[in-house]
């Protein structure tokens, strides 16, 4: 079974400050990988993914993530955050080529944003 | 237009109730997912639904039972609440195969008094 770390629970950052947030995965084979966002009270959004290919991706809003296989990571990265950014952040994985696997979710990092 | 919608978005009820929680996708997605957010904010999948089908059920009280009428819903009815089952429920939608993507609801906050 896959599993998930989000190493940090709680960061804050000021406006401007440069994020990297961790996410290592366990599982031997192939995945999938993505970052979702939870903004205060809303649903969860596709900030980007990876299938393969190019292991540098990047989504919307200036985020981008890095796939490193042999260290199992995927972390996702943004030059300048704008409080705007304030939210939960979730690593997620599933099993690539085995169809509709559920995703497996990392427990979460809350990134506050201060002026 | 709205891709992944839940109703009803807040749902306040007593212990011992019976509750039904619905999901509609107009994404033309064959797959369909309910995970449960906990108080942490942890997400975990329940069930997973294709083309009808159930395909995976985790480890999940058996008063919890989906229903998909079609490829398009997916409805979780749950008997004799608890306060444990107090979270956010999520919705979510895919295309079958090795690399697409879900998509979410807005998800139906559950408080159990």
């Known amino acids: 079974a896959q599993s998930v770390s989000q190493h940090n629970h709680h960061v804050i950052l000021s406006e401007a400050a440069s994020l990297e947030l961790g996410c290592n995965y366990s599982?031997?084979?192939?995945?999938?990988l993505f970052w979702y966002v939870q903004y205060p009270g809303q649903h969860l959004q596709l900030l980007l993914k990876?299938?393969?290919?190019?292991?540098l991706v990047k989504g919307i809003k200036g985020f981008e993530a890095e796939f490193i296989k042999s260290k199992f990571s995927f972390n996702l990265r943004k030059p300048s955050v704008q409080w705007s950014d304030t939210a939960e952040y979730f690593c997620?994985?599933?099993?690539?080529?085995?169809?509709?696997?559920?995703?497996?979710f990392g427990k979460g990092t809350r990134l506050s944003v201060i002026a | 237009d709205t891709a992944v919608s839940q109703t009803p978005k807040y749902l306040v009820t007593q212990m011992g109730n019976d509750k039904s929680i619905k999901c509609e996708q107009n994404?033309?997605?064959?797959?369909m997912y309910w995970y449960k957010q906990d108080s942490k904010k942890f997400l975990k999948i329940m069930f997973s639904?294709?083309?009808?089908?159930?395909?995976i059920n985790e480890t999940v009280p058996n008063r919890f039972s989906p229903k998909s009428p079609d490829k398009a819903h997916l409805n979780l009815h749950i008997n004799s609440l608890e306060l444990g089952d107090s979270a956010v429920y999520f919705c979510?939608?895919?295309?079958?195969?090795?690399?697409?993507?879900?998509?979410f609801g807005p998800g139906t906050r559950l408080t159990v008094t």
């Open positions: 979510a939608s895919s295309l079958s195969g090795a690399h697409y993507e879900q998509y």
């Open positions: 599982y031997g084979g192939t995945v999938n």
């Open positions: 990876y299938f393969s290919g190019d292991p």
């Open positions: 997620a994985v599933n099993v690539a080529g085995a169809g509709n696997t559920p995703l497996v």
């Open positions: 994404l033309g997605h064959d797959t």
């Open positions: 639904y294709n083309n009808k089908e159930l395909i």
